[in-house]
C-alpha cells in the first residue's frame, strides 16, 4: 500500500486524485490517496470561486463529490499545511508522495497611488466575500456610492461586476451567505466600469462569459465604440484568434446601443491604464485616473498623455492572481511557481523524490476548471511511473491521519463536511431559502464537529 497526499481539494487536487487511480496499471501497488485541504471544505475555488450565479459551473462539485468518495479516496480538512500547520517535511515522513494542489492564493497588485485607500480592494477579497470564505467573513465593501470601478478585463472582473449588477432576487436564489446579500441589497451602485488597459481583441474574458453581463434583467451593457474602433482588430478581424473574434463581434453588437431606463449598467472600457486611484481628501476612493492608451503595433499600448477621470467609491483591481510560496518547497518568485518538470518538483537542479505539483501552482493561474484535467493527469502519471522509487522510500508505519492527529491537527473527516452541507442546508431553510453557505470559522467546525 503506497500512501499519497494531495495538498488541496479544487479542481486540481482531484482530477490528479481521479488520475492517480484511474491511470495506475492493474497489478500496480495498490494506492491510499488522502486529499487535504486547509479548509473544513472541500472544492477550492469551485466552492470559494465559482460565483454563486453560476449553478452550471458550481454543479461540478458532484463530479468532484464522486472522487472523493471513492474507495481509495479519503478527504481531510481542516489540515494547514507548511506554515502553522504540518511542515512540508513532515508530511512527507507520513506519505511516500506529496502532490500540492494549492493554487494560486493572493491576488495582484497594481503598483499605484492611492492602493491602499478605503473602498479600493481586490476581486478576489470581494469573490471571497460573497463565497463565504471564512477567511473573509465580516469584510465590508464600500457600495454607498454609484460608481464602481473594476480594473482588468478577464473573467473574475466579469464575475464581480455581474454580481454588482445583478438583482437581488436572482442572488437570493442562490448559495451567497446572508450578510452580502443584505448588503448588495442595500447597494447604491448603478454604474460598473469594467476597464482594460489594452484593447478588445486583447481582452481575457471568455464569451460566454462576456455575453451573460447583456442578460442581466434590469442592467444595460453601455460600450463607446470610438474605444473598439481604436483597435485594429475591430476593422479587420481576420487575424484574431477565435475568442477573441467572438468577444469582439459581441461588443460591436452593444457598440452605441441606448442604456434605456436600466436600473443599472456595465459600462465596457479599452485602452486605459490606471495611473492613481484618488482620494477624497478623507481617506477613501472617490475614483480612478487612467492615462487613455493605443495599440503600438506589437500587441502591448503607449501612453497617449490624455488623462481620464472615472468616479467611483469602490475599486476592485482584477488583474489575476499569484502564487505564493509554501515554506519547505522551491518556488520560483518570477513566475509565481514551483519549478518542477512534468509535476516533479525541482531542487537543486534534480527531480525531488516523492514531491508533485498540479494546477496553478504548477502552471500560473490561467485556464478554465477543465484545464486542470490534462494537467493532474500529466503529475499524476509522472507519481505512477516514480511508483517502484516512491515504495522505497522510508515513512511512518500506520495511518497518516494518527500522525496528522499527533502534530496536533485535527481533521475533519468526510462525515464531518457532510455535518457542514446539512447544516447549510438547515440555515436556508431557517431563511426561506435553498442552501445557504456557512461563512465563519466557528460555525462551519461546529457543523463539522456536530456530526
Ligand atoms: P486574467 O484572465 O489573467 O485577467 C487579468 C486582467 O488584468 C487582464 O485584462 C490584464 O490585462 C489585466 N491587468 C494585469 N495587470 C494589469 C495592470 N497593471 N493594470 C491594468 N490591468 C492589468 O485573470 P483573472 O480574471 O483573475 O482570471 C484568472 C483565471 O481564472 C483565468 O484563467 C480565468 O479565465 C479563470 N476564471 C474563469 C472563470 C470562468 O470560466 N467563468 C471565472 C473566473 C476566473 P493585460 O492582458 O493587458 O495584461
Redesign the pocket.
Known amino acids: 500500500m503506497l500512501r499519497i497526499a494531495v495538498v488541496g481539494s479544487g479542481p486540481s487536487g482531484v482530477y490528479t486524485a481521479q488520475s492517480l487511480l484511474e491511470q495506475r496499471a492493474d497489478g500496480a501497488l495498490p494506492l491510499a490517496v488522502d486529499v487535504l485541504d486547509r479548509l473544513p471544505c472541500p472544492y477550492g475555488l469551485v466552492r470559494y470561486?465559482?460565483a454563486p450565479d453560476?449553478e452550471k459551473?458550481k454543479s461540478l462539485q458532484n463530479n468532484l463529490r464522486q472522487v472523493l468518495e471513492r474507495p481509495g479516496v479519503r478527504f481531510l480538512g481542516n489540515v494547514p499545511v507548511g506554515e502553522s500547520g504540518i511542515p512540508a517535511h513532515a508530511l512527507k515522513d507520513l506519505y511516500h508522495a506529496v502532490v500540492y494542489c494549492v493554487g494560486a492564493a493572493r491576488d495582484?497588485r497594481?503598483g499605484i497611488p492611492g492602493e491602499d485607500l478605503a473602498g479600493s480592494c481586490s476581486?478576489t477579497d470581494f469573490v471571497s466575500w460573497y463565497s463565504a470564505h471564512p477567511d473573509a467573513v465580516g469584510r465590508g465593501f464600500r457600495l454607498d456610492g454609484r460608481g464602481a470601478v473594476v480594473?482588468?478585463?478577464?473573467?473574475?472582473?466579469v464575475?464581480v461586476a455581474r454580481v454588482l449588477a445583478r438583482g437581488v432576487a436572482e442572488l437570493r436564489a442562490t448559495d451567497i451567505p446572508q450578510g452580502p446579500l443584505d448588503a448588495l441589497a442595500a447597494s447604491a451602485v448603478t454604474d460598473v466600469h469594467v476597464v482594460?488597459?489594452?484593447g478588445p481583441s486583447?481582452?481575457?474574458f471568455?464569451t460566454k462569459?462576456l455575453r451573460e453581463l447583456g442578460t442581466l434583467p434590469g442592467a444595460a451593457v453601455v460600450v463607446r465604440e470610438d474605444e473598439l474602433a481604436a483597435d485594429p482588430g475591430y476593422a479587420d478581424p481576420s487575424g484574431l484568434s477565435a475568442t477573441a473574434r467572438r468577444n469582439v463581434a459581441a461588443l460591436r453588437g452593444w457598440a452605441g446601443a441606448p442604456a434605456g431606463d436600466a436600473a443599472r449598467r456595465v459600462h465596457l472600457r479599452f485602452f486605459l491604464?490606471?495611473v492613481e486611484i484618488l482620494d477624497d481628501g478623507r481617506g477613501a476612493v472617490r475614483g480612478v485616473r487612467f492615462e487613455r492608451s493605443a495599440p503600438d503595433g506589437a500587441g502591448g499600448v503607449t501612453g497617449t498623455g490624455e488623462l481620464v477621470d472615472i468616479d467611483a467609491g469602490l475599486v476592485l483591481r482584477?488583474?489575476?492572481?499569484r502564487g505564493v510560496p509554501l515554506p519547505g518547497l522551491p518556488f520560483d518568485p518570477a513566475s509565481g511557481t514551483v519549478p518542477h518538470t512534468a509535476g516533479r518538483v525541482l531542487r537543486g537542479g534534480g527531480a525531488s523524490p516523492g514531491e508533485y505539483v498540479a494546477g496553478w501552482i504548477k502552471r500560473g493561474?490561467?485556464?478554465?476548471?477543465g484545464t486542470n484535467r490534462p494537467c493532474a493527469k500529466e503529475t499524476a502519471g509522472s507519481v505512477l511511473a516514480d511508483l517502484p522509487e516512491l515504495a522505497r522510500r522510508k515513512v511512518a508505519p500506520g495511518d497518516p491521519l494518527d500522525g496528522l492527529r499527533a502534530a496536533g491537527l485535527a481533521p475533519v473527516e468526510w462525515r464531518g463536511w457532510l455535518g457542514i452541507e446539512a447544516a447549510e442546508a438547515e440555515l436556508g431553510r431557517t431563511l426561506s431559502r435553498g442552501p445557504v453557505k456557512i461563512p465563519d470559522w466557528a460555525g462551519l467546525l461546529a457543523a463539522a464537529r456536530g456530526a
Open positions: 470561486g465559482v453560476h459551473i495582484r497594481l476581486a480594473i482588468g478585463v478577464g473573467n473574475v472582473a464575475d482594460g488597459r489594452r486583447q481582452a481575457k471568455t462569459e491604464r490606471p482584477s488583474v489575476g492572481y493561474p490561467t485556464g478554465v476548471i
